[in-house]
């Protein structure tokens, strides 16, 4: 089963890190997801960019588009990855290699989706 592994932290201090820091954060993670990547069980990864690059769009009777995000929260979505384990508890055993550096980590099943499937 595919698992994606959510990274979490406060922006401010993540965007605070020294170049050498974060390169060192980013090598652990590399090190991390080396038995993935050897066995071919690595998905995508994404770091994602600030939240003031961000942009809503909020429902409504005429979409609404935001600048930056439009939840305020202490710790923002940093990026991800998606990991085939073949438990729940391998997932976990695997975030949990995360944590040095990084607020916390969620682990959530995934459910794919294909765009299109329904219209055949």
């Keep these: 089963m595919l698992y994606a592994i959510l ?22 993670h590399t090190t991390a997801m080396r038995g993935f990547i050897e066995k071919g069980k690595m998905g995508p990864v994404a770091r994602l960019m600030p939240t003031t690059a961000a942009t809503t769009i909020r429902a409504g009777d005429e979409p609404l588009v935001l600048d930056g995000p439009f939840a305020e929260t202490k710790e923002q979505l940093l990026g991800f990855y998606v990991v085939d384990c073949a438990t729940l508890d391998e997932a976990l055993e695997t975030a949990k290699n995360f944590l ?19 219209l055949k």
């Design 7 to 28: 990274c979490y932290n406060s922006e401010a201090v993540v965007e605070s890190w020294p170049k050498e820091k974060d390169d060192a954060v980013m090598l652990h």
């Design 100 to 118: 040095s550096e990084i607020g916390a980590v969620e682990v959530r099943p995934i459910r794919f989706y294909e765009p299109g499937a329904a």
